[in-house]
């Protein structure tokens, strides 16, 4: 069956063609999807009776029910969703001063095998659909009680290797009939798969990206990331400095800082070597721990030296606040978790 929530009003028109709809159904439903987030068509009420009950035959609608829900000391709120076909996966809602942003998930698990992350522990299932991306937000928001305005797609997978889903999920989240979050107000994390770098860079969405960097040369970050092996360093930062001509957006460099392996001076000196003179931003972030991997975090002498190395060199930077830690729902940290 077609997913309803994964369509452009102009797609639900042509999916409702058969039916000999007037055009105004089209944006009635997509208001109903997007906008007000129905999880069924029992909710769409200014639809006749006889079309809900067309819909909901003969069409399918993706949506996610909270199997768990774990609150952190930091007003992080950690989800497990299942997906109708009984996949789980994580979201996380963390609360700023300007407002809510939702950590998205766009793939049940992960195939990159990044040593520090729990996401792809247990293997890949499959990509989301755009509409079980928005059904994310949609059951964070009716939680909650507020409206998502940021969204990041840092959750778990890689969003580029799931790239048409993921960019459809952007350009209906942005949609002005629909969510209507800036796109400004939206972040693309990929771990480097740099021809769909170069691919985001032609859509022109305007959205920010950021790349998960995490070491300054190839020998150690192919130890952290395998996809490294494809894709070196000096080919990435060549991909982000032409996505960062292209669409005037700096890059957001995402650096994990894991105690005496990529934590030193001489780390950050040579990252400085690297990203000297690129339109960026350098996001450090004192590791998260997953016990089953080994990675501890760096001590705050260590993050407050390496963050000094890079600011005498002029570049920007800050280091991430913790949210969420204390239940597993930090960065690197989701997981397909079993109910509890």
């Given at each position: 069956?077609?997913?309803?929530?994964?369509?452009?009003?102009?797609?639900?028109?042509?999916?409702?063609?058969?039916?000999?709809?007037?055009?105004?159904?089209a944006k009635q439903i997509f208001d109903w999807?997007?906008?007000?987030?129905?999880?069924?068509?029992?909710?769409?009420?200014?639809?006749?009776?006889?079309?809900?009950?067309q819909i909901s035959e003969q069409f399918f609608i993706s949506s996610c029910e909270i199997v768990n829900k774990q609150e952190s000391t930091s007003g992080a709120r950690k989800y497990l969703f299942r997906l109708h076909d009984g996949e789980l996966i994580e979201s996380v809602v963390m609360r700023y001063a300007y407002g809510y942003s939702l950590c998205v998930s766009t793939q049940a698990g992960c195939k990159m095998a990044c040593a520090f992350c729990a996401s792809g522990q247990h293997g890949f299932t499959?990509?989301?659909?755009?509409?079980?991306?928005?059904?994310?937000?949609?059951?964070?928001?009716?939680?909650?009680?507020?409206?998502?305005?940021?969204?990041?797609?840092?959750g778990m997978g890689e969003p580029l290797d799931n790239y048409g889903n993921s960019v459809k999920f952007l350009r209906l989240a942005s949609h002005p009939q629909g969510?209507?979050?800036?796109?400004?107000?939206?972040?693309?994390?990929?771990?480097?798969?740099?021809?769909?770098?170069?691919?985001?860079?032609?859509?022109?969405?305007?959205?920010?990206?950021?790349v998960s960097l995490h070491a300054p040369n190839d020998e150690l970050r192919g130890?952290?990331?395998?996809?490294?092996?494809?894709?070196?360093?000096?080919?990435?930062?060549?991909?982000?400095?032409r996505y960062a001509k292209a669409t005037g957006r700096r890059i957001s460099f995402e650096y994990a800082l894991f105690r005496d392996v990529n934590d030193s001076p001489e780390h950050a000196k040579e990252l400085v070597s690297r990203l000297?003179?690129?339109?960026?931003?350098?996001?450090?972030?004192?590791?998260?721990?997953v016990p089953e991997l080994g990675f501890t975090r760096s001590k705050p002498e260590q993050v407050r030296a390496f963050q000094s190395v890079l600011e005498q060199a002029g570049l920007a930077v800050t280091?991430?606040?913790?949210?969420?830690?204390?239940?597993?729902?930090?960065?690197?940290?989701?997981r397909k978790n079993n109910p509890a």
């Open positions: 069956m077609l997913d309803l929530r994964s369509m452009y009003p102009e797609e639900l028109q042509s999916a409702f063609a058969p039916l000999s709809l007037p055009a105004y159904r999807l997007q906008r007000r987030g129905a999880q069924s068509a029992g909710e769409m009420t200014n639809l006749p009776k006889e079309l809900r009950a499959r990509d989301l659909f755009p509409g079980e991306m928005l059904a994310q937000v949609h059951a964070a928001q009716r939680d909650i009680g507020e409206a998502i305005s940021h969204i990041v797609l840092m969510l209507h979050i800036g796109r400004r107000r939206i972040s693309i994390s990929t771990c480097g798969l740099v021809p769909r770098i170069d691919q985001l860079a032609g859509e022109r969405l305007g959205v920010t990206l950021s130890r952290l990331m395998p996809v490294n092996r494809a894709y070196p360093i000096e080919e990435l930062l060549a991909a982000c400095g000297k003179g690129m339109l960026c931003h350098v996001n450090l972030i004192p590791a998260n721990p280091v991430r606040r913790s949210l969420g830690g204390d239940i597993d729902a930090a960065c690197g940290q989701l």
